[in-house]
């Protein structure tokens, strides 16, 4: 039943909501997700069954099945990779890659990784110079690729390039 899955990979037209649908189905059963309706309640199922066994200090986040946002990427990424090895042609734009400064950058889900408001608690512990700023190499934040929050105990979130974008106020707005 997984070899189908993977068949179909060589097929030339494939839709990308296809692709992902497949993607989906194919790693449902590599998990041993049957009974789940989705990646996403087969993680939470496999969440649940983990944590109850283990202290949460011991939990492995890699052991569960990908969500259904970074799956889909994925599967977009795999895709194209086979149509390549085909001969075929595709834009990386449209099957889970993005172009920044002429290279290109996967996908990793199309969706946050949390909510903006639990993203906003997360705090780095880095301790910057003044002539250093939160860049990948001192700032737990950036080298995770978040924002410095308010309660970053360097920076507080405005003192460094790794802040939050400025909200525009409605007077800017009008103008």
């Known amino acids: 039943m997984l070899g189908s899955s993977v068949l179909a990979f060589n097929e030339t037209n494939l839709t990308p909501h296809s692709v992902t649908e497949i993607g989906e189905l194919f790693l449902l059963r590599l998990y ?8 996403d309640a087969l993680r939470y199922n496999m969440y649940n069954r983990e944590v109850g066994k283990k202290l949460s200090y011991n939990f492995q986040l890699a052991t ?27 834009n990386p734009n449209e ?3 993005c172009v920044k400064e002429d290279r290109l950058f996967p996908i990793p889900t199309s969706l946050p990784a949390a909510p903006e408001e ?3 608690l997360i705090v780095c512990q880095c301790k910057i110079t003044p002539r250093k700023n939160c860049d990948v190499e001192t700032c737990e934040c950036k080298c995770a690729t978040l924002n410095c929050s308010k309660f970053c105990s360097f920076c507080e979130g405005i003192s460094c ?14 103008d």
């Open 118 to 120: 639990l993203l906003n």
């Open 32 to 39: 041993e997700g049957d009974k789940a309706s989705s990646l």
């Open 64 to 90: 569960l099945a990908p969500t259904s946002a970074a799956a889909s990427q994925h599967s977009l990424r795999v895709y194209m990779q086979v149509q390549q090895w085909l001969g075929n042609n595709m």
């Open 95 to 97: 099957w889970g890659w």
């Open 161 to 174: 390039i790794n802040s939050p974008p400025a909200e525009e106020s409605d007077e800017e707005d009008d």
